[in-house]
């Protein structure tokens, strides 16, 4: 018999932030931010708004590496007066025109927290702080510090100039992105120092935001000291400079790339099935021993987790074919519980870039060109992270689940929520229910249940749409299916 016990009694709140989206320009490699917005009617495309209402993402952060020789004021006031500028990153020209008045007006519209990535002196890279001569790409602490007074002070000259009376409020803010990933850039020493000074200036301007730093150390040496039982010189260095004086410390859980994974890579996920369903679960654990290996590197700290960026790092078109796939929906569902199973640390956190029209690792996928009769669509993890962000409790709780089955429970007052995968690609499982002084039945089933190897695409749209399931108290989990359940206090 597969028994699902529950322990109603709350563990730890969960972060209303475990589902946040990633917005960054991202030039020739994926249209993305360009994609969305209506240069014409100056406002964002209908579609994309559509989508985006939609997923209801609770928080969108403007950043990435794009950040790091960004200068925040040409991209404010008049659409004139805008200053295009150079995407380093990315390749091609970003012209400015979504900048922070239009995403403060998108978080508004779809009732998004908005988190801004600060331009963290290029984060020590030189050769994108002056690309060319002439050219000065370096943010400083006191641009930084300026940016939070144009956003929160009530009485900043320059939005109201620009027609904006009420500040936009934004309280959550990242210092430092990808800064240990590049050898060229910021010494952990010189993220640490730098990150004191732009605190310092960044609180000047406003006491009560939500500051977070970056935390994490070279890319492609985490897993060899997390699996000799080390932890993050880069964290231990980042803690000890700013003390209490930082929210969260920030990293990034990119996984699934990499010989180990071969059988994902371009089309090869075609090839075998049990291969590939194998590995795609295998991915999943990369991704919780990244999260482990970081709890342990701020537990003597008593710090929080920000996962500002992550996502899958797969070679082939648009970032991988397999992204579009089931096998990948089983995988982000996986993850996701993962996320809310570390919700005690991990406080924001994503499994997606936001939107675009060519990268497979987006939530939402915009028809090329917009105006075209295709539809947008939700990728696998755009599916998932709505899903489970719209049926998500305010406490944890403790699950005991059955082999195969991967389970996390949550709570808010009377209603206990169920993420259910089954990660067994060809047999259902019959599952009974425990969970003391609740309904025996739930109230609502939502089901996924597609062939592992279905692929979603413009034609066909919903194909992995949950669907409502009939409830009743002996409930069969289809193979590798994804189920959210909600379930009622008794009386």
Known sequence: MNIISIDTTPKYDLSPYLYMQFAEP????????????????????????????????PMLRWGGCFSSYYHWREAVGPMAERVPMHNSCWDGIYLNHVGTAELAELAKEV???????VNFESDGRMHWAYPCEGQNRLGTAEEAAEWV?????????LRRSHGHVQPYGVHYWQIGNETSYDKRGFTSEQNAAKAVEFIKAMRGADPSLKLIVWGDG???EWQGRYLAGETCSWTKEICEAVGDTA??????????????YAALQGTEYRKDSDVTWEKILETTRDFEDRILYMEKSVAPFGQKLAITEGHYSLRGRHRGDLLSSWYAGIAYARCANMLERHGDIVKIATLADFMGNRWQNNAIMLPTPIWTNDVAYFLPVGTIMGLFSHHLGKQALAVTAPDGIDVAASRTDDKVFLHIVNLNRTLAKRLDISIPGFNATPSRILEISPNPEDEVSSVCADIFAPHDVTPTAAYTLPAAAVTVMEFDRQG
Do not use: T
């Open 26 to 57: 991202l030039g020739n490699a994926d249209s993305s931010i360009d994609a969305s917005w209506d240069f014409r009617a100056e406002k964002w495309q209908p579609k994309a708004l559509e989508m985006v209402k939609r997923l209801a993402p």
């Open 111 to 117: 009732g998004s927290e908005l988190l801004f990535c």
């Open 149 to 157: 007074r144009y956003c929160n002070d009530p009485d900043d000259k």
């Open 218 to 220: 070279p890319n492609d």
């Open 247 to 260: 929210d969260m410390v920030a990293f990034h859980n990119h996984f699934g790339g990499g010989p180990r």
